[in-house]
């Protein structure tokens, strides 16, 4: 279950189901029962449990589970924010089966319990919390309950991640059908805990009359685009990736990208460098091989090859003219192409003339901007405060026509067609000085092996994390090449 949807698609999906003859309130039950079975899985019979319910559709839900925990022998307490003349729908007949007292909504009143089921609001909220409702969630944070929220914890956007005001942090979150971008999003992601996405009912015939577009970057989404080597297969089938390399003191960046795409699987690899570099790459390097050039007219020549079907091109180089000058020799072969770090910020000034020669070419190009990077190519969607970091990407990738790889806790690969995958298996020990010049090398190493664009750079950042997470605490960025050995090895059991 990769998909996300947003609130809206959420709301769809719910109205095209009633629509199919599924009573609304019928979800409501499968939904109510879902966060009881979630309590009752972590706490024993007979300890107490207070449902903070709120004036709308998961405040129903509330209603439900605490009615099923009631009925099950836990000592349940509910408390509703707003009356009950104000429930409307589905939501007032599941109060109507609630047999116990309705508290009205009281920071006081938060007290004494083991559980916290917090139904206040869900993925919908598009406000700030403020006055009790605020008050309300501050008092459930600072309980030391274990807290499992409904849908999404209150205050947390479900487009966007964000928190509107102040919001729960819980340790489970019981979500419907798919999950939210904010379920994935920081700050949001932090406030979730465990998330659980359950079957309410709701079919996968609603799922294709969606058509979603955003997905949780796992191997569901790009698998069937990545293939292991065939046993009669030979490295020429699996392309020829060139990493460009900057002067004689900065030649590391083009080493470790070079080295990641070997591992990933390119069958060659081979970093051209400038005259000075040549000897220090060379003495460094051994599966990898070493060309040298001369400015734009010499990587030109050199690659006209055109076995040489993916360029990484920006680490170490120097963000001047010379590098701009290199970008644009790359950008018109008909070949894959990176653009990181240097190869970015050199066009700080003109983003336009970078975006324009990207527009002409037939093969695919993708872009891996950190923060900083991205304000200085984007500057007015990185200024805007009301566009989530999921937009910004999608916007980016429209103007540029590349596939943008939005670097982060929560990296956002985006394609120029409105594809987007959030990524969720990056440890913090990623951030260290190299580790995206690894990533960018994994991304040419699968455009070299034919995956397209967009697919090949969710593979490379799900890869790139699972390497991560696999060296652990204290990992540097040489780490990481090595590490893919095992990731790799594992995608082609499961594969098998």
């Known amino acids: 279950m990769h998909e996300l949807l947003t609130p809206e698609e959420m709301g769809r999906a719910d109205r095209l189901t009633i629509e199919s003859g599924i009573p609304g309130f019928a979800l409501m039950e499968a939904a109510g029962y879902a966060v009881a079975d979630a309590v009752a899985n972590r706490i024993p019979l007979g300890r107490r449990v207070l449902v903070l319910a709120g004036p709308g559709n998961n405040g129903g839900d509330g209603f439900v589970a605490a009615r099923v925990l009631a009925d099950r022998g ?23 089966g609630w047999r116990g007292a309705v ?18 609001f ?11 409702a605020a008050s309300l969630v501050d008092a459930a944070n600072a309980s030391g309950a274990l807290i499992v929220a409904v849908d999404l914890p209150s205050g947390i956007s479900g487009k966007t991640g964000a928190i509107l005001g102040t919001a729960i942090a819980a340790a489970i979150t019981i979500t419907f059908f798919r999950r939210k971008p904010g379920h994935l999003l920081y700050p949001g992601r932090a406030h979730c805990g465990r998330v659980r996405a359950v079957e309410i009912g709701i079919s996968d015939d609603v799922l294709a009359a969606i058509g979603p577009s955003a997905f949780a970057n796992a191997p569901a989404l790009w698998r069937a685009h990545w293939s292991a080597p065939r046993a009669d297969g030979h490295k020429y089938d699996r392309g020829h990736a060139v990493v460009v390399s900057g002067p004689a003191h900065a030649t590391g960046a083009a080493r470790l990208a070079a080295g990641a795409a070997l591992r990933v699987g390119a069958g060659l690899v081979t970093v051209a460098a400038p005259p000075d570099a040549v000897a220090i790459n060379a003495a460094h390097l051994t599966a990898v091989m070493v060309r040298g050039f001369e ?41 894959g ?14 983003p336009a003339a970078l975006f324009a020669r990207i527009a002409g070419r037939l093969r695919a190009t ?15 969607l990185a200024a805007d405060p009301a566009l989530p970091k999921t937009d910004r990407a999608r916007m980016a990738a429209a103007r540029s026509g590349a596939v943008i790889v939005l670097k982060g806790a929560d990296t956002v690969v985006a394609a120029p067609d409105g594809r987007l995958a959030i990524n969720e298996n990056a440890p913090p020990w990623l951030a260290t000085a190299g580790s995206g010049d690894v990533l960018s090398g994994l991304i040419g190493g699968l455009v070299a092996q ?40 594992k995608l082609v059991a499961d594969t098998a």
Do not use: C, Q
């Open 122 to 132: 869900g993925a919908g909220l598009d406000r700030p919390l403020g006055g009790i």
């Open 450 to 489: 034919g995956m397209p664009a967009f697919e090949a750079a969710a593979m490379a950042v799900w890869v790139h994390g699972a390497a991560g997470d696999a060296v652990g605490p204290g990992l540097i960025a040489e780490d990481l090449a090595p590490a893919v050995r095992g990731v790799i090895a």
């Open 295 to 335: 400015g734009a007219a010499g990587l030109d020549s050199f690659l006209a090859d055109r076995r040489f079907n993916s360029v990484v091109i920006g680490p170490g180089l120097g963000a001047d003219a010379d590098t701009r000058a290199l970008v644009a020799t790359v950008l018109a072969g008909e070949r």
């Open 103 to 120: 508290e009205p909504a009281s920071p006081d009143g938060v007290r004494d319990a083991d559980v916290i089921v917090d139904a206040l």
């Open 337 to 350: 192409v990176v653009l990181d770090a240097d190869a970015l910020t050199a066009h700080r000034d003109d």
């Open 74 to 96: 836990y000592r349940v307490r509910l408390m509703l924010l707003g009356t009950r003349e104000v429930l409307k729908g589905d939501a007032a007949i599941a109060a109507g």
């Open 366 to 380: 993708v872009m891996t901007p950190h923060a900083g990077e991205f304000a200085r190519l984007f500057p007015d």
